[in-house]
T-cell receptor, first 116, second 115 residues
């Protein structure tokens, strides 16, 4: 069975601090896809990144970076120099490429509060 | 233009009523979904439609019924509403078929409150 664990329920940081959101996944499949979504206070779900299981290269996008490690089944998300606008609930998700289906297994989310 | 749009954004109703939430996507995707987010922010898939055929139907009450008139629309009908149906319902779409890695694009959510 597949599962996504985000052990950090809530995190608070002071503006300009760096923060890492943890994500650990479980699957027996060798091919899978990992995602991060952001849900700001306004409520919408915003896609941030997708990573394929066969591509362990880490990615940086501005202040955001992602560390994918298959050896530990982790896909952690780091925000550098956090800003108040980063305050949101962040979801990690796992998807398996099942024919005819298209499903996404979400973690329970981490609520990040950036204090000015 | 909004890629995935849902209406209404807020819905307050009494127990026992029947209500619908509409969803439309203009991305040309062929798969659409309904997710339910509870008060603890947990997201759970309810339905998925691919080319007008139901391909995922999780163990949700049969009071919930998705209806897709075409691949750009997936509406959610709820009969005999109960208190426990109060939640935020998200519509989403993605491209399936050979492109199975497609991320989901979500609507803004519809907050349903049952009194």
């Amino acid at each position: 069975a597949q599962k996504v664990t985000q052990a950090q329920t809530e995190i608070s940081v002071v503006e300009k601090e760096d923060v890492t959101l943890d994500c650990v996944y479980e699957t027996r499949d060798t091919t899978y896809y990992l995602f991060w979504y952001k849900q700001p206070p306004s409520g919408e779900l915003v896609f941030l990144i997708r990573r394929n299981s066969f591509d362990e290269q880490n990615e940086i996008s501005g202040r955001y970076s992602w560390n994918f490690q298959k050896s530990t089944s982790s896909f952690n998300f780091t925000i550098t120099a956090s800003q108040v606008v980063d305050s949101a609930v962040y979801f990690c998700a796992l998807r398996l490429p099942q024919t005819g289906a298209n499903n996404l297994f979400f973690g329970t989310g981490t609520r990040l509060t950036v204090i000015p | 233009d909004t890629a995935v749009s849902q209406t209404p954004k807020y819905l307050v109703t009494q127990m026992g009523n029947d209500k619908s939430i509409k969803c439309e996507q203009n991305l040309g995707h062929d798969t659409m979904y309904w997710y339910k987010q509870d008060s603890k922010k947990f997201l759970k898939i309810m339905f998925s439609y691919n080319n007008k055929e139901l391909i995922i139907n999780e163990t949700v009450p049969n009071r919930f019924s998705p209806k897709s008139p075409d691949k750009a629309h997936l509406n959610l009908h709820i009969n005999s509403l109960e208190l426990g149906d109060s939640a935020v319902y998200f519509c989403a779409s993605s491209q399936a078929g050979t492109i199975t890695t497609g991320e989901l694009f979500f609507g803004e959510g519809s907050r349903l409150t049952v009194l």
